[in-house]
């Protein structure tokens, strides 16, 4: 059968699976199993087996649960509490400062746990209600819960990087080192948005009332609750970047800090250490099926030759390397609108990856260029994940409408550095460079 034909075939039954609502996992593997049937033959299935060793027994793997349990340890601990207290001292007095304020709390849970449930969720729970008291415009006050939240994904330790970096077999600890720049600067886009907003429309994001400020004193006690994030954030990154320890071995130590962490914060429970091991194990089964479905399909895919056909296809073309590159973001975004972030991931790497170093450029520039939409993916209606968090937590007077609008504003920001990104890569190689030279 002809290449171009059996690639149609191939990639549109995946996604008509994923369109009839079936689990990303199994609309993945089945298509990758029907095509072993059809075209390979049933001798064919031990790749199957091949795959599933290969994905679940990988060293870089064993990060997963141990990152997203310490994400749902923090979660539990009251530390968000302590640190929104803080932010409220010092930044209360200013206008848009709470907002601002949960923008630097969702950095903070960023660097200490690569999820963006979870700053979304936590910030959702405790800031949204404090903005609404005080008269934050509804829609500022979603949005910037909403985007605070994608920076779990794009500042390390990240899950996405993870299986980016296993999926693409490049080095997770450049990925990490690559993505604290930009997570950094889109953090500080963020801040400067609302800053300026509430500057001229003070009504949208007023400042806490004199009565309810704080002594100077006051201020600087409330700052011994930055202590154990900065010590938990050294001992996963710092680690890392100073060649102590691998990204699977500073997981460990970081779920053995958030568990400390919990023991001092005297919230330790069994029913804490029970939730959080169920949905440990929830999410790393989870991620588990989808990377193996994902390895299949990409195995199938390269033994099919339609790889190495839609690589020389995209070549023949004659398009420049940097518009090629601007196609694969703008169809990232467009894929992120009606797909699972995942799923998106696993559907363009086979493709993508490949031709981009043929193009020239790095695999890991890309990759953080490819977090970074996925964050937008998270947003973007009408599937975003972080839109369904925000609906769940917002009071009963914010529509679905409301929700949608107060992420278009940070959905533009992301752009606008993801294309600054794009113009200068030597934002996101800067740090990976130094690791490499430093060894």
Request: proline residues 5%; charged residues 10%.
């Amino acid at each position: 059968m002809d290449v171009g034909l059996l690639t149609l075939l191939y990639f549109g039954l995946l996604v008509l699976c994923v369109a009839l609502g079936l689990p990303v996992a199994f609309s993945i593997g089945g298509t990758a199993v029907i095509f072993i049937l059809w075209q390979l033959g049933s001798n064919c299935l031990l790749l199957v087996a091949i795959s599933a060793w290969e994905a679940w027994t990988s060293h870089v793997m064993i990060a997963i649960p141990l990152f997203v349990l310490m994400a749902y340890l923090l979660q539990g601990c009251g530390m968000a509490d302590d640190l929104f207290e803080m932010m409220y001292r010092w930044m209360g007095p200013v206008g848009g400062g709470l907002g601002m304020g949960t923008v630097v709390i969702c950095t903070i849970f960023a660097a200490m746990a690569g999820m963006s449930a979870l700053g979304t969720i936590t910030m959702g729970l405790i800031a949204l209600p404090a903005m609404m008291k005080r008269g934050y415009d509804k829609r500022l006050a979603l949005g910037c819960i909403g985007a605070g939240g994608t920076l779990g994904i794009l500042i390390p330790p990240s899950l996405p990087m993870i299986i980016y970096g296993f999926l693409a077999q490049e080095s997770v600890g450049q990925l990490f080192l690559g993505g604290i720049i930009p997570g950094i600067i889109l953090s500080t886009v963020f801040i400067v948005y609302i800053g300026l907003r509430c500057i001229f429309n003070r009504s949208v994001g007023p400042a806490v009332p004199k009565e309810e400020r704080f002594t100077w004193r006051q201020k600087f006690a409330s700052l011994r609750s930055m202590v154990l994030p900065l010590i938990l954030i050294f001992m996963v990154l710092g680690f890392i970047y100073l060649g102590i320890a691998t990204p699977t071995e500073a997981a460990g130590v970081g779920a053995m800090g958030a568990f400390i962490i919990v023991l001092i914060y005297r919230r330790f429970s069994w029913n804490l250490l029970r939730d959080s091991l169920i949905g440990t194990l929830r999410i790393t089964a989870m991620a588990g099926w989808i990377i193996l479905g994902a390895m299949l399909f990409t195995h199938v895919y390269a033994t099919l030759g339609a790889s190495q056909f839609l690589q020389e296809l995209t070549l023949k073309m004659g398009l420049n390397r940097w518009l090629i590159l601007a196609l694969t973001q703008v169809t990232l975004f467009i894929l992120g609108c009606f797909m699972d972030p995942t799923g998106m991931m696993v559907i363009t790497l086979p493709i993508f990856v490949p031709l981009i170093r043929d193009l020239g450029f790095s695999a890991v520039w890309f990759g953080v260029l490819f977090v970074i939409n996925m964050e937008m993916g998270y947003l973007t209606p009408p599937f975003g994940y972080n839109l369904f968090y925000m609906k769940l937590l917002a009071p009963k007077t914010a529509t679905m409408q409301d929700i949608y609008m107060s992420v278009i504003p940070f959905i533009l920001l992301e752009w606008l550095v993801l294309i600054l990104m794009m113009a200068f890569p030597n934002i996101i190689m800067w740090l990976p460079e130094m690791m490499i030279a430093a060894r």
